[in-house]
């Protein structure tokens, strides 16, 4: 391909609303335009780059041993409905409706079409286990879409669903796409790893992320450099011990605590009671119904655990409205000894077991409960792990510090079990004539996060550096001077047949332009290989080639292709 052939308009700066470096990249390189919020086109070089993550994908899929399907976008809410999910994922579901005043779904996932084509096609053992994919657009109703292709509105996403006639079959198939995975992204020239994972909205009971670590991320990891543990924040344990059992003291005593409200407040002088020995008491409203959280004072609830554990779909702080007349105080005097309603139910972090001579609030406006006994003094319907893990804490497995870090999730893989296949009659006839659900998985990458995800690991101070894997070209030939009739230019033509007969992905930059835009696009786009051809070097009979990442090297001019070739993957 010629420059000037195709469509490649490069930025010297990056529009405002570009927040992350690899955003302002793919928009300065000429890979994508914006819409709107949430919303780009792919122009050529964009496109052939996304183009290339899907191929790997593709192949990658097709090893593991699935099949590429191709499933509709558009789809009848009855089926989400069947599922449950139609509330529980109403927040990102887009909705319209048609000329006839039917209403539908655009596809954020396809767990209720696979499942349902899964149970009209498969009837027997005999047809098990299968694995379907597919690689297409999808729409999710993003509050606040940003970072570009990270958090879009519609983006394009490889999804697999696997299907089992038992746990044991299904947890080989969830090996497979696993493997897969660490391929792919591998393939791609990320440096990527799997964590143990929430399963969300999805649902399942195990589950992996695969992340790239990145300063920009929205993701939190808890890892382990000693033993290889990592875990999203939202799911990551550890091993610092409960809090420090004392004896159980003398009887509960209230004291004042006028205009205190804070955890922070509480441990200052006159009271001069540590975070670690008070109870912090937090009121949710879970799926409706108001709940009591208990955690120790200097830890931060985990939401999504909390979620997890108690099965809520929705979980939000109660307001000050909905507290009082629940508790009989405000926010900052709550506890769980007294005056608690007997229906309403309190999770006590794990952390807090066996806690003796703690302080909470009085459920009266300025007043505290000292020598708190938590077994003793409060009735706890369940225990659960429910803070936050914090860097610096013993990792669970081996004892040695965790560390935390900000990362980009580009992959998950979930084990389902059987909470589609039996909502949707996804069953099948057992070789003992019993009809049985089968035992599901589902696994997803996010394309076009994966494509901004490679920009956001490999770039510079002067732009993109491609992985040859994923580059939109190989290689670019840059004539400094590209009249017709100049020894540059004919050369150019030259090199530019010989690499493509070859089978060489290469763009002729014909522009004519001075030496230095061309070659700090070059940069900016990241070809991993660039030719320049300039009258000083040819004078010598020499071009030069320079890596993307590399220094330029000169090469006699008969060399230049076969250098070019040497360079390049087999």
Request: hydrophobic share 40%; glycine share 8%.
């Amino acid at each position: 391909m010629k420059w000037t052939q195709t469509l490649i308009p490069t930025l010297r700066e990056a529009p405002a609303d570009a927040e992350i470096r690899s955003h302002k990249l793919l928009l300065r390189a000429g890979l994508i335009r914006k819409l709107a919020g949430g919303v780009y086109t792919f122009l050529p070089l964009g496109l052939r780059a996304l183009r290339k993550v899907e191929q790997i994908v593709r192949e990658e899929m097709d090893r593991a041993g699935a099949v590429e399907v191709l499933m509709p976008a558009l789809q009848p809410p009855e089926i989400w409905q069947q599922s449950g999910r139609y509330e529980t994922a109403s927040n990102v579901l887009f909705k319209l409706k048609d000329s006839g005043n039917r209403e539908w779904v655009l596809s954020p996932t396809a767990e209720e079409v696979i499942t349902t084509l899964a149970s009209n096609e498969i009837n027997s053992y005999r047809q098990l286990p299968k694995n379907f994919y597919q690689i297409s657009v999808k729409f999710r109703d993003e509050i606040r879409p940003r970072f570009g292709l990270m958090r879009a509105k519609e983006f394009i996403m490889k999804d697999a669903y696997s299907f089992d006639t038992t746990d044991e079959n299904a947890m080989g198939s969830y090996k497979k796409m696993y493997d897969a995975y660490t391929r792919i992204f591998a393939r791609c020239g990320l440096k990527a790893f799997p964590v143990e994972a929430d399963t969300g909205v999805i649902g399942g009971n195990y589950s992996h992320e695969f992340m790239v670590p990145a300063e920009t991320g929205e993701n939190e990891v808890a890892f382990c450099e000693a033993c290889g543990y990592a875990a999203n924040i939202e799911k990551a344990t550890s091993g610092i011990p409960k809090t420090a059992a004392r004896d159980i003291g003398a009887a509960i005593e209230k004291f004042a605590t006028p205009g205190v409200v804070t955890i922070e407040a509480l441990s200052k002088a006159p009271y001069s009671v540590p975070a670690n020995r008070q109870i912090k008491t937090l009121i949710c409203i879970a799926d409706s119904k108001p709940i009591i959280i208990l955690i120790r004072g200097n830890d931060q609830l985990n939401e999504t655990k909390l979620m997890a554990k108690t099965g809520a779909v929705a979980v939000r702080p109660a307001t000050p409205d909905e507290i009082v007349p629940l508790l009989g105080a405000k926010p900052g005097s709550l506890g769980a000894v007294k005056n608690v309603p007997a229906d309403l139910k309190v999770f006590a972090d794990e952390r807090l077991h066996g806690a003796n001579d703690m302080t909470t609030g009085a459920n009266e406006d300025g007043f505290h409960l000292k020598n708190v006994s938590i077994e003793r003094d409060i009735q706890v319907s369940a225990w659960f792990d429910l803070r936050t893990v914090t860097a610096g804490e013993p990792c669970a497995k081996c004892g040695k510090p965790l560390k935390i870090r900000r990362a980009i999730e580009v992959g998950h893989v979930f084990k389902l079990g059987t909470k589609y296949s039996e909502k949707l009659n996804a069953t099948f006839l057992d070789v003992d004539g019993s009809r049985k659900p089968s035992v599901m998985g589902c696994y997803g990458i996010g394309v076009t996060r994966t494509l901004q995800a490679i920009i956001e690991q490999c770039n510079d101070k002067d732009g993109i550096i491609w992985p040859m894997s994923t580059a939109p070209y190989q290689v670019c030939i840059t004539p400094l001077a590209v009249a017709p009739e100049s020894q540059a230019m004919q050369l150019a033509e030259k090199f530019y047949a010989e690499l493509t007969a070859k089978g060489v992905e290469v763009i002729l930059d014909d522009r004519d332009e001075r030496p230095g835009v061309k070659f700090k696009d070059a940069d900016l786009v990241g070809f991993p290989l660039r030719i320049a051809l300039g009258e000083k070097s040819l004078a010598k009979g020499e071009v030069e080639i320079k890596p993307r990442d590399g220094a330029v090297q000169s090469v006699k001019i008969d060399d230049a292709v076969a250098a070019v070739w040497q360079r390049l993957p087999r």
